[in-house]
Every structure is written in structure tokens, then in C-alpha cells.
């Protein structure tokens, strides 16, 4: 294990100024290249106590900066387009990059360490995405992964939307079917009298299997 000091706030782990143990892959890898640490040695323990107001005064300026960039970006909706796939599989994936990328066309100045994304997303749909943009300050955005600007406009209406497509659709099968029979007839009179007949009828038989 490896002693370290905190030069701020790690989830899950402490504080600016905590000493923590962890294990020596995560500090060489992670915690000490990044700069969120220092070896917990004598030296650096003095080090740190001497420059200890200046980071705490820095922390603070960049979490006031995080909290305006955040009022921003909160809830914001963003669209990115890939080939899919009938069964909507992206031929592909989508990553920290491209999540990075789309935010940033909007003049935001994200980091693609800063995407919380535990796994690329391979399937079409609509997804919850935490950034970090400070220790102390995540926000959530909506990204809407879609074949066309067209499919992520009916997949951001959800399943309201999809039912009046259905029903769209349903009609103008009505309409079709209602055209084609009118050309049975030699005048429209005589189709809404069959109409009407037929409606009828259906009635009546729908009434005879209700007494039966």
C-alpha cells in the first residue's frame, strides 16, 4: 500500500489534506500522474502544509467557476448520429471522445476524463450523462444517440409521439382502403350507402354474438 497526501477532494476516498493508504497502482496510475496527490513523505508533508492556503484558495475559485459552468450545462440536450443497425446496435460505439466532442461544439471546454461513462454505449436511445466538473461539482446532461436528426426528434418525443405515428399511420391505411373501394362504385353516393350498409351490418352481427 502507499501513503499519500490529498491535493483534493477524491469521491469516496477524503478531503484536501487527508492522508490516505491506497494501493500502489491506483496512485501510480491515476492519483499521483494527475496531480491529485503527493507521496506522504516528510518533505512533501511540509511542502504541502506551506502551500495548503493557496490550494484551498484555488479549490474554491475553481468550484465557484465549475458552478457557473454547470448552470449551463444542466439538463442540456445533446444529439449525436450513428449508423445502427435494424435492431439499433451501432456499428461502432460511442465514447468519452465523441460525448466530449458533441458538448464541446457548443463552445464548452470539456476533457473527455471529465465524461463519466462507465461503458461506450453500442445501442440506440436516449442517456443520462454525468460530468465532473469540479471534485464537488457533477452535472447531468441528455444524450440522444440516433440514426438522423429526424429519429432523434421522434426518440426525444418518447412513446406519446409513437402512438400518434401509430395512429397516423392507421388512418391513412382507412383513407387508402376507403379510396380503393370507392372505385368500385359509379358514384360516391353509391359508396357511403354501402358504407353505411356495411356498418350496419356489423352492428347486427356484433349484437347476435352479444346474445348468444
Known sequence: MVSLVLLERIPK???IGDRVTVKPGYARNFLLPEGKALRA???????????????????????????????????SFFVIIRSA????SLYGSVTNKDICESINEDKFKIEKKQIILNKPIKELGIYKIG???HPEVIVD???NVARSLEEAELQKKGKDNNLNLSNEVEEIKK???DTENSKLFDNEKEFKNFQENDDTELNENSAKIEDV
Do not use: H, M, P
Open 13 to 15: 476516498l477524503g478531503q
Open 41 to 75: 513523505t516528510k518533505e512533501n508533508l511540509e511542502k504541502f502544509e506551506k502551500i495548503r492556503v493557496s490550494i484551498e484558495a484555488q479549490n474554491l475559485e475553481n468550484k465557484k467557476e465549475a458552478k457557473k459552468v454547470k448552470d449551463k450545462l444542466n439538463n
Open 85 to 88: 443497425s435494424d435492431s439499433g
Open 131 to 133: 460530468i465532473s466538473l
Open 141 to 143: 446532461i441528455t444524450l
Open 175 to 177: 383513407v387508402e382502403i
